[in-house]
């Protein structure tokens, strides 16, 4: 596509609920980024994958966060037994290479009610 | 450890007013500097990135690693500047994740 697509745009979760939120990269771009964006705060990077294989998942705040890239394309940003301080913006990021700039996303705002 | 430091959480200039955004940075490697825009209801977006030494929308930043700051600017301010603005740094020892600034909010008053 033209762009990066996220899905949802708009996420609802009761607390404790488990989520899945789907990053769709431009066609080709290796590099994939996932970044949390709490109110009023920069996006704090998540996880990171070269294709399919994720090389960094420091930023992950928790053992309920977890993401994939099974084929090297879409990725799914999933978080289990939601809580309310996971509330944020979730955005997705594609680059071509390492030191290319990114293509963002337009995010999933996540409210965890 | 790296930080990016965006001291102003919002800067109010007039219309044609030069402007100026800091940004400091920490960070013991050569580090990338880039800054990132988000206008009212859209994307984020890269507006420069220091190694290209560009000029985008008549806004540039120069990175000075004495003082370790990699200020934007722009000598005359337009309204459609107003946005929210954020400097961020990629390291190589972070597999090139960009470290954000809070942000800094810009707004161009007629």
């Known amino acids: 596509g033209a762009g990066v697509s996220q899905s949802p745009r708009y996420k609802v979760a009761k607390r404790g609920q488990d989520v899945a939120l789907r990053c769709d990269p431009i066609s080709g771009h290796v590099s994939l980024f996932w970044y949390q964006q709490a109110l009023g705060q920069g996006p704090e990077f998540l996880t990171y994958f070269q294709n399919e294989a994720q090389l960094d998942k420091s930023g992950l705040p928790s053992d309920r966060f977890f993401a994939e890239r099974p084929e090297g394309s879409v990725s799914t940003l999933k978080i289990q037994r939601t809580q309310q301080e996971d509330s944020a913006v979730y955005l997705c990021a594609s680059s071509l290479g390492q030191t290319n700039g990114y293509t963002f996303g337009s995010g999933t705002r996540l409210t965890v009610v | 450890a790296q930080r990016v430091t965006q001291p102003e959480k919002l800067l109010s200039v007039f219309k044609g007013a030069p402007v100026e955004l800091k940004c400091n940075y920490s960070y013991s490697g050569s580090p990338e500097l880039f800054w990132y825009v988000q206008y009212s209801r859209q994307r984020l977006q890269l507006l420069l990135r220091?190694?290209s030494r560009e000029s985008i929308k008549g806004f540039t930043a120069d990175l000075n690693k004495g003082e370790t700051s990699f200020h934007l600017k722009k000598p005359f301010a337009q309204e459609e500047d107003s946005a929210m603005y954020y400097c961020?740094?990629?390291?190589?020892?972070?597999?090139?994740?960009?470290?954000f600034g809070k942000g800094t909010s810009l707004l161009v008053t007629p």
């Open positions: 220091h190694i």
């Open positions: 961020a740094l990629s390291a190589s020892n972070s597999g090139y994740a960009l470290n």
